[in-house]
């Protein structure tokens, strides 16, 4: 597929969408797992053991990539809704929709790896601190945004009642990314950042990067399956969907 | 004929939904009475401590003023989007957004006002000391209203739904939370001597954000809900 020439706005349409999701599906597929499984190996084997925290800080390689995405992918999600509400577009909606699982199961791999880490770190489960409490907030509305969208019939309605509700949701994602400094909690602060350099070693830097492109790549495979079943489920069964060469569009009913 | 100003507009909405409330005043009286109610389960439950009941007096209360402003957000568009008053307020030369403000100000003071004039009374009942009822009736004026504003979008958006009673709630809990936290904390801090004064800041804060975005997003909802 060459890049010049093509019109990217056809992909806009289910039908056009349909067959290249299908396409990418497999690619971002495997990109996850290769990516995901060398930076595993990298975090729980090559990385050096912290002098402080022994072992027990490894769960951050899956814990800070999963915090980062549950809070991309609430913001992605938003802008699906928002771009779905501005212009009308039935994909957008769709792709907000396919998000949203995906979105809320990172926001509760975050807040179980945390207390996982939590509990021989800090003595306890779970503290009432800023950025747990608000981490807490988001899965709520990851909730809210499906359950509004289960709750009502009308499928357009459904659509734009929804992306409303994730928009005025957003306003969370930067007091959850802040909390850290604006309130002088148990949480520890940011370890990476983009102005001042990392205070970590180079390979767990490298793990975690490792693990948040893996995320990254299996939240698209995973999106992009979903949309196709929210595609499938929507136009029930139209001919089209029939032409693809993935297998799996029978199951999907 | 004479267009109404925007003023003029907002004023008719809050006068006559005001009307409407003192023609049902029962309503009214329920969400009152489930406030005191709630803030009287507590020591009941607990134990008359005066210590213990002075910590938990500012979370108590606020969460039940919460609870109470929740109950009553159900009326809000309920019985002019039944019998179809809210269809011709989309056709108004208004913009929407400002004859939603009107709706939940007559909310407000239906269902938020009482809450704050009742609340010195329930905070004695909890052994809070004089600065902090002042400042627990400050955050509740302060807050309140943002609850209203915010809860007019979950209105909206649950308008005519199966089961919108619990599915409000569960929209607009987690966008409460933040008032929850910084109008409890001016109490608290208060009553720990070391002032409220950042955390009331903060109320305002809110309070102006969701004055300045919340009636877009509830006339949005509402062009949804009656499209």
């Excluded at chain 1, 907030?137 to 499906?146: K, N």
């Amino acid at each position: 597929m060459s890049v010049t020439g093509v019109n990217w706005l056809k992909y806009s349409s289910p039908q056009a969408f349909y067959p290249l999701a299908g396409r990418m599906i497999p690619w971002c597929a495997a990109a996850a797992s290769v990516v995901m499984g060398v930076g595993l190996y990298i975090g729980f084997f090559v990385a050096p053991t912290d002098f402080q925290q022994g072992e027990a800080y490894r769960i951050i390689f899956v814990h800070v990539p999963a915090a980062w995405m549950s809070m991309f992918l609430y913001v992605v999600m938003a802008v699906w809704a928002g771009l779905g509400l501005g212009l009308n577009a039935r994909l957008s909606f769709m792709m907000a929709q396919a998000i949203a699982p995906t979105g809320a199961m990172f926001t509760f791999l975050a807040l179980l790896t945390g207390a996982m880490w939590g509990k021989p770190t800090w003595g306890a489960w779970w503290v009432w601190d800023a950025r747990l409490t608000s981490e807490l907030i988001l899965l709520f509305q990851y909730a809210g945004v499906m359950l509004l969208r289960t709750s009502i019939d009308d499928l357009r309605r459904a659509d734009r009642a929804s992306a409303v509700f994730a928009l005025v949701g957003v306003v969370n994602v930067p007091i959850i990314y802040f909390s850290v400094r604006w309130w002088n909690t148990l949480h520890q602060g940011a370890s990476v950042s983009m102005t001042a350099g990392s205070k970590m070693a180079a390979t767990m830097l490298t793990a975690m990067l490792l693990m948040t492109v893996g995320f990254w790549m299996y939240s698209i495979a995973v999106t992009l399956a979903r949309v196709r079943c929210v595609m499938v489920e929507r136009e029930q069964l139209p001919a089209w969907s029939k032409q693809s060469p993935m297998p799996d569009v029978a199951e999907a009913r | 004929m004479n267009q109404p100003s925007m003023f003029e507009a907002l004023r008719g909405i809050i006068q006559r939904d005001l009307l409407l409330a003192m023609r049902r005043r029962s309503d009214v009286a329920m969400s009152v009475f489930f406030l005191v109610i709630v803030a009287s389960l507590f020591p009941l439950g607990v134990g008359p401590e005066p210590t213990v009941l002075r910590t938990i007096a500012p979370g108590v209360l606020w969460v039940a003023a919460l609870l109470a402003c929740l109950l009553s957000l159900g009326r809000v568009f309920t019985a002019d989007y039944l019998d179809g008053v809210l269809e011709q307020m989309l056709l108004v030369s208004q913009p929407l957004a400002v004859l939603v403000v009107g709706k939940v100000f007559a909310h407000w003071v239906i269902s938020g006002l009482p809450v704050v004039l009742l609340s010195p009374l329930l905070g004695l009942q909890f052994g809070l000391s004089g600065e902090s009822l002042g400042v627990l009736v400050l955050s509740l004026l302060l807050g309140t209203p943002t609850l209203s504003m915010i809860g007019g979008i979950g209105a909206a958006l649950v308008l005519g739904v199966r089961g919108s009673g619990l599915l409000v709630a569960l929209l607009v809990l987690p966008l409460y939370v933040p008032v929850l936290i910084f109008g409890a904390g001016a109490v608290t801090s208060s009553s720990a001597g070391i002032g409220g004064e950042a955390n009331l800041s903060l109320l305002g804060a809110c309070l102006v954000l969701s004055l300045f975005f919340a009636p877009w997003a509830t006339a949005a909802a509402l062009r949804i809900a009656l499209e």
